[in-house]
């Protein structure tokens, strides 16, 4: 099966920089995703990580180490927008296809 | 345009009845999925559809059934509800392998279901 830590909560002040960690535990690892999620909505994509290393999208870089079974998230010149949810999500083998297992979330809040 | 939609957005009915979440996607993707999130905010997967199969089975209830009359829908049926039932109900699509290897998944904006 598959299993994954990270931080409940985390604060961080408006323009800083966060990173919200996460480990895993599976089998048949595909790649690590991560997702945002404001309170009332839907979770959204953000990225995802197959291969060792930083990938870039903007403001937001999610990284990835396959033999430490580890990644992050880091958010750069925060915004008080990104205040939400984020989750780590692994894709590992299921039955019969691919799964996608989440972490339980790390709450973000941006403070003036 | 909306791609993954459901209804309704609010849900709220008594113990031992049974109920519908509808869901349709406008994205054509392949595989579609149900997930429970709990007040924790826990979001588990229930179910997934791929080409109207079912191929994955989390261990849910059998009170719970997903029907899928095509591949751009997926409705999730609940009989007897119980209090334990109230959560946000969230249905998604992909497309096999994601966007481009990514295995993004796309959200519809969430069923609340209270149970009473």
């Known amino acids: 099966g598959q299993s994954l830590e990270q931080p409940s909560e985390v604060t961080a002040v408006e323009g800083a920089i966060v990173q919200i960690n996460c480990t895993y535990q599976?089998?048949?690892?595909?790649?690590l995703s991560w997702y945002q999620q404001h309170d009332g909505g839907a979770p959204t994509f953000l990225s995802y990580n197959a291969l060792d290393g930083l990938e870039e999208t903007g403001r937001f870089s999610s990284f990835l180490s396959r033999s430490d079974s580890y990644g992050y998230l880091l958010l750069q010149e925060l915004q008080m927008k990104d205040s939400a949810s984020y989750f780590c999500?692994?894709?590992?083998?299921?039955?019969?296809?691919?799964?996608?297992?989440f972490g339980k979330g790390t709450k973000l809040s941006v403070i003036p | 345009d909306t791609a993954v939609s459901q209804t309704p957005k609010y849900l709220v009915t008594q113990m031992g009845n049974d109920k519908s979440i509808k869901c349709e996607q406008n994205?054509?993707?392949?595989?579609m999925y149900w997930y429970k999130q709990d007040s924790k905010k826990f979001l588990k997967i229930m179910f997934s559809y791929n080409n109207k199969e079912l191929i994955i089975n989390e261990t849910v209830p059998n009170r719970f059934s997903p029907k899928s009359p095509d591949k751009a829908h997926l409705n999730l049926h609940i009989n007897s509800l119980e209090l334990g039932d109230s959560a946000v109900y969230f249905c998604a699509s992909s497309q096999e392998g994601g966007a481009g290897g990514s295995y993004e998944q796309y959200f519809g904006p969430g069923t609340r279901l209270t149970v009473t």
């Open positions: 599976t089998s048949g690892f595909y790649g």
């Open positions: 994205l054509g993707h392949d595989t």
């Open positions: 999500a692994v894709i590992g083998s299921g039955a019969g296809s691919y799964q996608l297992t």
